[in-house]
């Protein structure tokens, strides 16, 4: 066989992510990474979850085949969790997914074409990218004028998208602590953009898996809780154990019956096992006191980043604080390249992701993520005095070369 007929068209859009790639040199020891957004160690409740899958996988029922909706059990559980949100759904028109990232490809399964356009966020979640990628799906990056997504952005792009001739699937969008960008959408943006796509007939999915890790300032309400038209993605991932891998969708209930075919055809079902143990950590353990306290270490751990990011980095370099999730999104200084950048970081010991994977068209090379989640307090200003040391090396060269120490 002719090696270029064996590949599907399709499969030209599978791309190794830059993220994956940079977690096995992140990994060596003695490497600081800022890299992954990996939830900390101490906030996993492995002891309790290992009594209840323990308590779980000897029950009837938990080790054999599910259903492809998902537990009915581990759906109600889920409305409850979305509640905190504002959102009230019914059970019905949950389908639960193996993870948010399954929910993210099922629903562009089941609403996008190859050659169709999704609308999203500048900068937009790079795993996001990789579906619609996969899926043949062109992303567009909806501007972004300081505060995020605005109704005038997103019609301006629904409008040329239409004039090119493509349709328009759907705009994708993280409203709270987005990824990388930290953005939250205030409460008229959401207003206004929620408005916008109304008039002019533009699904939204809104992805949501760091809203309840606000760490200061007032909880908005999810867009979907303003209108059950929009797709909504959660995930126990950031909350629980991403290991777990159970994540949701909730979708108006027409939809929702696509999702359930698609996810049945992709898999059967997802882990019975997971999913009763999630359901059974929700009725039975103070899983709210669990959320509050994982808002508290993280809280810690983004002002150590912000501490460390304010007192080392070289001027130029710019961010925003995010008032919750995972991530900070930093502008470099002028002419400095994250890209090129990156090996002699990892030579002095740091990791970060350089903004290019954040575009579908690989721009963004000015600014790098770092993620405080993961490294412990003193790791976390270790491995800030590291990038700082690097971004000033690479902003000031001729400086450098002149006065080696
Ligand atoms: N959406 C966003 C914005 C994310 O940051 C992530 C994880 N990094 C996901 C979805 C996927 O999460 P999971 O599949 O673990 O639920």
């Known amino acids: 066989m002719d090696p270029t007929d064996r590949f599907s068209n399709r499969s030209q859009g599978l791309r190794a992510s830059e993220i994956r790639a940079l977690f096995a040199v992140a990994a060596r020891p003695g490497v600081v990474s800022l890299a992954g957004g990996m939830p900390a160690a ?32 581990l759906r109600e559980m889920i409305c409850t969790v979305m509640a905190e949100e504002g959102i009230s ?11 948010a990232q399954q929910a993210l490809d099922l629903v562009t399964a089941v609403l996008a074409d190859p050659g169709d356009v999704v609308l999203a966020e500048s900068p937009a979640y790079v795993g996001a990218l990789a579906t619609f990628s996969a899926h043949g799906v062109h992303v567009r990056h909806v501007p972004d004028d300081g505060a995020g997504l605005s109704g005038p952005a997103v019609a301006e792009a629904v409008d040329r998208a239409r004039r090119d001739g493509r349709r328009v699937a759907f705009l994708y969008t993280v409203p709270n602590f987005a990824n990388p960008s930290g953005v939250t959408l205030d409460a008229a943006r ?9 008039r002019i007939g533009l699904q939204i999915v809104e992805d949501n898996p760091y809203g309840l890790l606000r760490l200061e300032g007032e909880p908005l309400p999810a867009l979907r809780a303003a209108h059950s038209g929009v797709v909504y993605l959660g995930s126990f991932s950031k909350i629980l154990a991403p290991g777990l891998r159970v994540g949701w ?30 359901a059974r950590y929700l009725a039975n353990e103070p899983w709210i006191d669990h959320v509050k306290a994982l ?10 980043m912000l501490g460390a990011l304010s007192t080392l980095m070289p001027r130029g370099t710019r961010w925003r604080v995010p008032e919750g999730g995972f991530f900070l999104w930093l502008a470099l200084p002028d002419g400095v390249g994250a890209k090129a950048m990156l090996p002699r970081a990892i030579q002095e010991g740091v990791a970060y992701v350089p903004g290019t994977g954040f575009f579908a068209d690989g ?43």
Do not use: F
């Open 42 to 73: 101490d906030a996993l409740p492995s002891q309790v979850l290992a009594r209840i899958l323990g308590e779980v996988a000897a029950e009837p029922g938990a080790l054999q085949y599910a259903t492809g909706q998902g537990a009915p059990g």
């Open 363 to 405: 721009s963004g090379d000015d600014h790098l993520r770092v993620s405080y989640s993961y490294p412990e307090p003193a790791a976390i200003t270790i491995g800030v005095r590291r990038l700082a040391r690097v971004v000033k090396e690479a902003a000031e060269p001729e400086r450098n070369r002149r006065t080696p120490s």
């Open 89 to 99: 759904a019914d059970a019905d028109d949950v389908v639960v997914t193996t993870g």
């Open 190 to 198: 959401r207003a206004e953009v929620l408005a916008t796509c109304d």
């Open 295 to 304: 808002r508290e270490l993280y809280w810690e751990r983004r002002q150590t």
């Open 249 to 278: 969708a909730l979708a108006p209930a027409e939809v929702t019956a696509k999702l359930v075919l698609a996810a049945e055809a992709a898999m059967l079902c997802h882990s019975g096992l997971a999913q009763i143990a999630v």
